[in-house]
C-alpha cells in the first residue's frame, strides 16, 4: 500500500514537473542568472523531509525483495559555487524472501557536483557512503537484526533540483549502493524530497 502511494505522488511530482517544462515557464529567467550555476542570491542552507524506496540488486536479489516505502530527512550545504554536500538519515526497509521485514536505520554523508541544465532545473552527480544498521524494526531505540552485520556503504547518485522559489526546492535522487563489509547488502534507492532554506 505505501509503495502505490509513493509511485502514485513520484508519478505526479514528474508529470507536473514535465508539464510545466513543457509551458516554458523557467524562460523568464533565462539572462538574469548568466554565468553562476546555482544564483548566488539563493540561501546555501536546505534541509529536505523525504520519501524513499529500496530495491535489493545483484547478490541481495537471493534473499531480498523490494520493501515498504521509508522516510528520512537531509542537511545540504551548498559549499562552493558548483558543489553541495550534505548529511542525511534514513529508516528504510527490505524484505525478506520468508516475508519477514528487514529495516536500516541509515546515516550518510555525500558530496555532489552541480551542473546547471537551466534555472530553475539542476543536476547533481556525486559519491556518498552510509552506515547501515540492520535492525528487527523501525522503531526507537533500534534492536540490531542478528542475521545482518553493520555496514559501511558506498555509492554513487544522481539528482534532480528542480527550485520552486529561492527558499523552497523538489529533489528527485537515486543512489546505487553497496555494503562494503559483506557481499550481502547492494541495492538501488529512489528519494523524493522536499527542500527548504535558512
Known amino acids: 500500500m505505501r509503495f502505490l502511494l509513493f509511485k502514485q505522488i513520484f508519478c505526479f511530482v514528474l508529470s507536473w514537473l514535465f508539464c510545466d517544462l513543457a509551458k516554458g515557464a ?49 542537511y545540504h550545504h551548498h559549499l562552493a559555487e558548483d558543489w553541495i554536500v550534505g548529511v542525511g538519515y534514513r529508516l528504510k526497509s527490505m524484505t525478506r524472501k520468508s516475508g519477514k521485514t528487514l529495516s536500516f536505520m541509515s546515516f550518510t554523508n555525500h558530496t555532489q557536483r552541480v551542473f546547471r541544465l537551466f534555472h530553475p532545473l539542476y543536476l547533481l552527480m556525486g559519491t556518498e557512503w552510509s552506515y547501515l544498521m540492520p535492525t528487527l524494526e523501525t522503531s526507537i531505540p533500534p534492536i540490531k537484526d542478528p542475521e545482518y552485520e553493520t555496514e559501511i556503504a558506498v555509492g554513487l547518485n544522481g539528482a534532480l533540483w528542480w527550485y520552486l522559489s529561492p527558499r523552497v526546492l523538489l529533489e528527485l535522487r537515486t543512489t546505487r549502493w553497496r555494503g562494503t563489509k559483506t557481499n550481502r547488502l547492494h541495492g538501488w534507492q529512489s528519494d523524493i524530497g522536499l527542500g527548504y532554506a535558512f
Open 26 to 74: 523557467a524562460s523568464e529567467d533565462k539572462d538574469r542568472f548568466q554565468g553562476e550555476t546555482i544564483p548566488s542570491e539563493y540561501l546555501d542552507d536546505y534541509i529536505f523531509v523525504l520519501a524513499n524506496q529500496d530495491v535489493p540488486i545483484g547478490p541481495s536479489t537471493i534473499e531480498l525483495k523490494r520493501g515498504e516505502a521509508g522516510y528520512g530527512i537531509d
